[in-house]
């Protein structure tokens, strides 16, 4: 049975090599292993990504690649607040040098666009994503690298960067419905960074319906870019 898209780690050889004979697209989701809370998991910005991608593979064809939880600048060291468990941070350099390995490599496997959909928006390690892709772009002019995350395509007054508040939460209930406790939430009162590490709106009001209107926006905005780069560069 043929396909357009696939699980990159999932598939054989000619499995892989039929989907991107059609669809030379790669899609690598970039998340974290991060406090989020007591209401979320610590995996949130990993999930986020990884089915976002797998969303946009379906529709656009191309192949998922394993998502990479390796993360810097993290709520950990965030100055102000002390949540000094349950997240690993890696260093910006880190963070650059893996970055510029996998993009090497993908356009050396002939891949035409590669994608990197970061789940984690601390900063500078999102504008390190961005940078390198610009780099890339430079390097390979017949190919085009395009990082970013979720809330970069989307209208603010749906979505914007935020901490396991209410549109993190949103898209967990959408896809990972199981590891969420908004239960475990004050039921009143204000909810803050420094004590329930939420920045942003009030996750209580939370829903997978909220959540996959923000995936479908994404998706329908992503999915136009999309279109265009493959007008270009397939």
Request: hydrophobic share 40%; proline share 6%; net charge positive.
């Amino acid at each position: 049975m043929q396909t357009n898209w696939g699980f990159y780690d999932k598939l054989r050889p000619i499995q892989i090599e039929a989907i991107q004979k059609n669809f030379p697209i790669a899609y690598l989701p970039w998340g974290a292993i991060e406090y989020h809370g007591n209401h979320n998991p610590t995996g949130l910005d990993t999930h986020k990504a990884q089915h976002l991608c797998e969303d946009l593979a379906k529709q656009n064809g191309g192949l998922v690649f394993p998502a990479i939880s390796l993360a810097a600048n993290l709520i950990s060291s965030y100055p102000g607040v002390n949540f000094p468990k349950h997240s690993i941070e890696f260093s910006e350099k880190i963070i650059q040098q893996i970055c510029e390995e996998y993009l090497e490599q993908l356009a050396k496997q002939k891949f035409k666009i590669i994608i990197i959909l970061s789940g984690h928006a601390g900063e500078p390690h999102l504008q390190i994503l961005r940078d390198t892709a610009t780099k890339y772009n430079k390097k390979y002019p017949k190919k085009h690298f395009w990082a970013l995350a979720e809330f970069d395509i989307i209208e603010d007054d749906l979505l914007v960067a935020n901490h396991s508040a209410l549109g993190e939460t949103s898209l967990q209930l959408l896809y990972k419905p199981e590891t969420v406790a908004l239960n475990v939430l004050p039921k009143k009162g204000k909810i803050t960074l420094k004590e329930h590490a939420v920045s942003g709106a009030d996750p209580r009001p939370a829903t997978a319906d909220h959540g996959k209107n923000i995936a479908n926006t994404f998706l329908k905005n992503a999915t136009k870019k999309i279109n265009k780069l493959k007008k270009k560069y397939l």
